[in-house]
């Protein structure tokens, strides 16, 4: 693996950077954020500013509208956006879309492409993902799925409640996960208008960056017809893993940069702060923790680099995903963890952006797959002889 970045990523990198520090870190203290996340009103002036400067959704492929961005690409540029709070939605990189975009670039039909991928691409809609339910249906054991998909002429028929849906109020569509009759799982793509799905309410959380919040939805007797069916039939579990592993390594990507934020708002406070004679940075034990901090920045991005780097090899990455994801969410939930303490009173008010970090990345150890979840799977592929170190280069973990 080449480190080096390329001049055409260089001149993105910082296209981003600059993006973000003049159109969307001002935007921050904006009211029109709620508890449940940027209004569609805020949201819609963040993509209108991320369209003029030629940013928008850059992961997208460039036949939809896109920079097709390779992995590695997008390590580099969604991190710059995640610097930001507001960063993923002015990019349109947030999740689900972000998830939901290459899960349906993948596997959609063209007329699915047509009327739900484009408009989704060009930011004029959002859409969520339904697949958590609540007890005892499925949440990290996919394979307790209780939601139910019955065939009726030319229609399915689909009933079950999903929680923690992000995006859900607001979104124009779903991608819905139910189980089949034989047992197996199949995705199907519904409108959000049509008659059999209820919004029930959407749930307070620890974070407020996602547009619509994390919802609670119903589906009684929804209707759906065959061809909104989301690529085969009996496919839903395989699809979601072509989601999932990508998603998994851009959820690290953004919250990179967030952590990357909290470091430096730390390290200036560190280093103009006064106390007991000297600057905070002077003190040795503020000082680990500033090295502390880039040392779990770099480990983050390593992992992030050398496993989007297998992707781009078209490596399936499952083991390495969940290895990214437990090490990233940990390591960069430390440096939060340590801006707050560095920033004493000022990291627990709303003074500075970090308190509104660390409530937003708490869950990110919980979002796809906890870590306690990655390492149980990791464990039995080490023990099975599947695990990073017994695959040669080439090979299909």
Request: charged share 25%.
């Amino acid at each position: 693996m080449d480190f080096s970045l390329s001049p055409a990523l260089q001149e993105l990198q910082l296209r981003v950077r600059r993006f973000i520090a003049d159109e969307v870190i001002p935007l921050e203290n904006d009211p029109r954020q709620t508890a449940h996340g940027p209004t569609e009103d805020l949201r819609n002036e963040l993509v209108a500013k991320a369209r003029a400067a030629g940013l928008l959704t850059p992961h997208a492929s460039r036949e939809m509208g896109g920079l097709g961005l390779s992995h590695v690409e997008k390590a580099v540029v969604f991190e710059e956006a995640g610097y930001s709070t507001l960063g993923p939605t002015a990019l349109n990189i947030h999740a689900p879309d972000e998830g939901n975009i290459h899960l349906m670039e993948a596997v959609a039909s063209d007329a699915q492409k047509d009327r739900w991928l484009r408009p989704l691409v060009q930011g004029k809609t959002r859409s969520c993902f339904a697949m958590t339910e609540p007890p005892p249906g499925a949440g990290a054991d996919p394979s307790m799925l209780a939601t139910t998909a019955v065939r009726d002429g030319d229609e399915y028929v689909i009933d079950g409640v999903k929680w923690f849906i992000t995006g859900a109020e607001g979104a124009s569509f779903a991608i819905i996960m139910a189980k089949m009759e034989d047992g197996s799982a199949t995705m199907f793509l519904s409108d959000m208008d049509r008659p059999g799905i209820e919004h029930v309410r959407t749930m307070n959380a620890l974070d407020s960056c996602f547009t619509g919040g994390h919802g609670v939805l119903r589906f009684n007797q929804l209707r759906v017809p065959a061809t909104d069916v989301l690529g085969e039939l009996g496919k839903g579990f395989r699809y979601a893993q072509v989601r999932l592993a990508p998603a998994r390594l851009t959820h690290c990507m953004r919250w990179l940069g967030q952590a990357r934020r909290a470091h430096d708002v730390a390290l200036a406070h560190a280093r103009s702060r006064q106390a007991f004679g000297r600057t905070l940075g002077e003190h040795e034990g503020v000082s680990f923790m500033l090295a502390d901090n880039e040392i779990d920045l770099q480990t983050a991005r390593l992992h992030i680099w050398h496993t989007a780097w297998l992707l781009d090899q078209g490596e399936r990455c499952n083991f390495e995903s969940s290895r990214a994801k437990v090490a990233c969410s940990e390591a960069e939930w430390r440096v939060v963890d340590r801006s707050v303490q560095i920033l004493g009173g000022q990291g627990v008010t709303h003074e500075t952006i970090v308190a509104r970090i660390f409530s937003d990345m708490r869950a990110f150890r919980v979002y796809d797959g906890p870590s306690e979840v990655h390492r149980f799977s990791m464990g039995k592929k080490i023990v099975a002889g599947r695990g990073d170190a017994s695959v040669k280069p080439g090979e299909q973990r």
